[in-house]
């Protein structure tokens, strides 16, 4: 009876070693990734001009095609991508639950759509991302769809529809919760 309480003890003792090794893992990455977006040149070697031999992204090489990936594919709305993951990560760590990946990812792709359709349709011109401009492909390729006759409808509630769906999609990716949050807040001033 005890080796076998010993077997479950150190079996639940690597799992959740393994799920805050790969928390720290994805906040890792997500800092990388954030990096690199944040010291994003232009004039960086990318996967259409890649002759260029100086290298302005802090992360060299790799930097400047990762981030050129996430700018051109889905925009500016790469940036939240990269905080979403931080804050996955530290969540996976604090909380040792994998299903956060699944939960966290379904909003993230969400709010990425959203957030790259708004961005070319509001704001499509950029002085940095010429190619694709501030939505990505991905926001020009919604934009040619049936989606840009109903913007076209009432462009001053989407742009409103828009802000506030994104935000709530990425509070809801971040594992924000507002009466959780107030709760915390109120026990802290208890306590202070």
Not at 32 to 56: A, G, Q, R, V, W
């Amino acid at each position: 009876m005890e080796i076998k309480k010993i077997l479950e003890n150190t079996s639940n003792f690597l799992i959740k070693r393994f799920i805050e090794v790969l928390g720290l893992f994805i906040s890792i990455l997500s800092v990388l990734l954030l990096i690199s977006l944040l010291s994003y040149s232009p004039e960086d070697p990318n996967f259409i001009f890649p002759d260029n031999t100086e290298i302005k992204n802090i992360l060299g090489f790799r930097g400047s095609f990762i981030s050129d990936f996430f700018f051109q594919s889905i925009g500016l709305i790469s940036i939240l991508f990269s905080i979403t993951l931080l804050v996955t990560g530290a969540n996976i760590v604090r909380t040792k639950k994998l299903l956060l990946i699944i939960q966290n990812s379904f909003y993230l792709i969400l709010y990425s759509i959203l957030g790259s359709l708004f961005f070319t349709v509001y704001y499509p011109e950029s002085f940095w991302l010429s190619i694709n401009g501030n939505g990505g492909f991905v926001g020009k390729f919604l934009e040619k769809s049936f989606l840009s006759s109903i913007i076209n409808l009432n462009q001053k509630f989407y742009f409103y529809f828009f802000i506030i769906i994104i935000f709530i999609f990425f509070l809801l990716s971040i594992n924000f919760h507002p009466i959780k949050f107030s709760i915390r807040q109120s026990e802290r001033k208890l306590f202070a």
